[in-house]
């Protein structure tokens, strides 16, 4: 596992932005992985503008969702597809099509579970996964205690993930309590995982991460398992290290 230490949230940005640019140069049509949450929008905005103005060429490139709230109906303004798409897919000037995600609205959710895994190795598998992390450890939905085998399931969330992610919702009723992610055997496939943790919020988290044991206790620890990971962290998030 490499860990770099950058000074900020936009450092880590722009950092992650060049080796997503690298990619998109070798491999146009690369399958990008992305996450939710406010920690990687640094990196999608340093992307966008790297398009805007000419440097980087995405037009061939691919965008899978990492997870999924189950239940929020379609087109709501706070599900991972509304969000993916305003945050990633329009701004890099991609279509609909050149986006995969699994669906939280299914009425059979564990076949949409399996549909999205054989849909992500059909599609060649994630070159590039980016993550955050939560303050509990989890990656994507991954809670603590996910095997770390896992496939694409539907998870119940913590307490504690639903009273961060409530921020989103205008109270904490409307956060679902259930959710797809891919499975962390699944996340593991991809080529190449980036987690970018930002703030003295995730130190503690990214501490067990990095220097702690491989434990489904601590998801994100499952990033030691992989042969080409990427852990970036700003100068608060590495203040445990
Ligand atoms: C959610 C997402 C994760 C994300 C986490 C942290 O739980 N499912 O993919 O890493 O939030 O979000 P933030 O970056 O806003 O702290």
Redesign the pocket.
């Known amino acids: 596992m490499e860990v770099v230490i950058v000074k900020d949230a936009k450092a880590g940005g722009e950092l992650i932005a060049d080796g997503i640019a690298g990619l998109l140069r070798r491999k146009p049509d690369a399958l990008l992985g992305v ?6 929008l640094p990196i999608y905005d340093a992307l966008t503008a790297r398009v805007r103005d000419g440097s980087v060429d995405a037009s061939r490139a691919r965008i899978a969702q ?2 999924e709230y189950v239940g929020l109906p379609a087109g709501h303004p706070e599900s991972y597809r509304s969000t993916v798409l305003r945050q990633v897919v329009e701004p890099l000037g991609l279509s609909a099509d050149q986006f995969m995600g699994p669906d939280g609205s299914a009425e059979d959710v564990q076949a949409a579970c399996e549909a999205y895994d054989k849909a992500l190795a059909e599609a060649g598998g994630v070159d590039l996964q980016i ?4 303050t509990d450890g ?4 991954n809670e603590p205690c996910s095997s770390l085998a896992s496939r694409t399931r539907i998870k119940t969330l913590t307490e504690q ?1 639903r009273v ?2 409530a921020r989103f919702f205008d109270d904490i009723e409307q956060v679902p309590h259930h959710v797809i ?1 891919q499975g962390i055997g699944t996340i593991l496939e991809a080529r190449h995982l980036v987690l970018l943790a930002t703030g003295e919020g ?1 130190a503690e988290a990214v501490a067990q991460t990095v220097e702690g044991p491989v434990a489904a206790l601590v998801p994100a620890s499952a990033l030691q398992l992989h042969p080409h990971a990427t852990v970036v962290v700003d100068e608060a998030a590495a203040s445990k290290l």
């Open positions: 996450a939710t949450g406010s920690t990687p990492l997870d993550l955050g992390i939560g989890h990656i994507g939905f993930t961060d992610n992610t995730k």
